[in-house]
């Protein structure tokens, strides 16, 4: 029950500390002199010192001074939240929330909440602001909120307000070396040993909120529209909620579920959500072999789509993604994305023909949408793309931003500004009408709104493996898991067994592409390379892509650092089938697998390692393939060479 409070007769000066249900993580709110303020302790040490709170408006007063507690409640709350599909079936929301309404004693006399959540491994807080008489819609110049961390923790970052978005490699820098915002989830470790990870929930009509350091410490600084306010707002409304992510190691922050805990339950009915497991015509445009473009090399032709359905029925793999098939990718498609009309198909490619085909063999087409960020073209065919989709039977959309920034409204705004945000969510509620899942590539990041909206299955939002070639190195997906993973799942195109290729040469091994379906979490899961490799080169490690489920029952992170490795056990929804996989960075190293966390029965494992003189330069193909009978009381010790990995099954008996 709630505990309403008396009218406080504080004046302008209050404190009060909420502890997580542990006792554990400490936070205090304090009103001083009118100004608002929080910090934030574990295990009675300081982790986030006292920080300011409150909004810089357009046209108005600053909203956070000259203020007074008018009344404040307080409450436990304590479930276990059930996940319809991810890493988790269960995961907890225990904590215990201070809700503080405040007034301005000045003439205005504006009203606005601050709610405040301590779990055991997170604080959060957001603003909630009522309509009013003199107030009922707002432009914001800046939000106030600071992150006053200890500078000389040790941070893991990539920039924000850059051409291409998310997908830049991950640098490690001390915070007081910050030079320009950064993205988040922004994982640091602070002097005395605790992993902190800054990010938000719930993100809906406003800007995403980028870190930067300003007068010595952390700010929010919110992604501007184009008119150079950061958002414009009518009331009531409830900001996203400001998440600070704590844990005692790197290893245990990688299982922090409680940004999906601070989102509302489904909206509807969502039964209808499948995960899937996909091939598709793509890859084989990576590596020259097909075009997206119309010609003689055109991949997406109703002659090659039927190919691959069969190809997919042959590998036991359940859906198709097709690009390339739509009217609009002639010449430099990233400059003419204005023309993609997507409810017409180029003359070789008949989409209620591949579509029938594709049922009557119980595969299901992903289709796709490239706007190369023209929103304006795109929103303009939104209900009939999405509606020609659903007429033909498609359940799944890929869509992609490739573009720097969006066109929307005919000017340029970023894909994470107000109106960016604004786009996706309605793509999403639209797709949820026509029962569509969605997996969004070019993204804005993810802040748990799946839990609400299930049907968004995948986001990309980082460097994946179209970036071989190059572009990555083997610590990339090292970093992965800490950072860009504490924001939800991802399409990394897993899979890519033809990792020679003189087109685009991968930095990994054999096995470690297996890995990549388990410690890279994704609702729709890509198995990326042409179907004849792994009919044909490689049917003996197929059988683990073709195995690993898209849809777990429990996660348990076993061991790893940032940027060094990372090893993880999940366990099938049915429960009857473990899968261990990890990865490392361009280092060998040697992980000791204890398997207490089995149930007390026997397994058998099939285990796919790199070989003694496997190499991501020199010999990538080295593996080997072992099987043995297992129980609780067992242990594996495993060999990763470098940029390899391993991947296991656990089958019960």
Known sequence: MFKWANWLKSGNNFEKEVASPSGRNKLKFVLKNGAIFYEVRRDEKPLIGLSKLGFELCGEAPLGENLKLVRARYKKHAEAI??????????????????????????????????????????????????????????????????????NSTAWKIPAYEPDRYEYNYEKSSIFDFEKPVHTPLTMKTPIGYYLSIHEAALYNYGSMTIELKNHKLKSNITPLSDGTKAHLNLPFETPWRLVMIADSAIELTTNRAMFALNDPPRGDFSWVETLKFIGIWWAMYVGEWTWAPGEKHGA???????????????????????????????????????NNFTKSTPDFNLAEVASYARSNHVELVGHHETVGFVDNYEKQLESAYNYYAANGIHYIKTGYAGSMMVINGRKEYHHSQLGVNHYQKTLELAARKKICLDI??????????????????????????????????????????????????????????????????????????????????????????????????????EFIKNVPTNFERTIPLAGEIGEYYVVARLSRDQKTWFIAGVTNELARRVHLDLNFLSNTAYSATIYTDSPDAHFRDNPYGHEINQRRVNPQDSIDIYMAPGGGFAIELRQL
Request: net charge negative; charged share 25%; with cysteine.
């Open 82 to 151: 059930e996940l319809p599909w991810g890493e988790d079936r269960f995961i907890p929301n225990n904590y215990n929330e201070a809700i503080f309404y405040l007034a301005e004693s000045t003439l205005d006399r504006r009203i606005f909440t601050l709610k405040f959540r301590v779990f055991d491994s997170a604080i959060a807080f957001r603003y909630e602001i009522p309509p009013q008489p003199k107030f009922q819609r707002l432009s914001v110049a800046d939000e106030l909120t600071e992150f006053n961390v200890d500078l």
């Open 441 to 542: 590539h070019e993204p804005i990041k993810g802040t748990g709104i799946e839990r609400t909206f299930p049907n968004l299955l995948s986001r990309e939002g980082a460097r994946g493996q179209e970036y071989e070639g190059g572009a990555i190195s083997p610590s990339h997906a090292c970093y992965l898991p800490y950072t860009r993973l504490l924001s939800g799942g991802m399409d990394y195109t897993n899979g890519i067994l033809d990792i020679t290729n003189s087109v685009k040469r991968l930095s990994t091994t054999l096995t470690r592409q297996l890995a990549y379906f388990v410690t890279i979490y994704s609702g729709m899961a890509m198995a990326a390379d042409r179907p004849f490799i792994y009919e044909e080169r490689f049917k003996d490690v197929f």
């Open 301 to 339: 032709t109703t002659e090659h789509a039927k190919a691959y359905i069969d190809a997919a029925v042959r590998l036991g793999i359940s859906g198709l993604l097709i690009e390339g098939w739509n009217d609009g990718w002639e010449g430099d498609w990233l400059e003419n994305g204005i023309n």
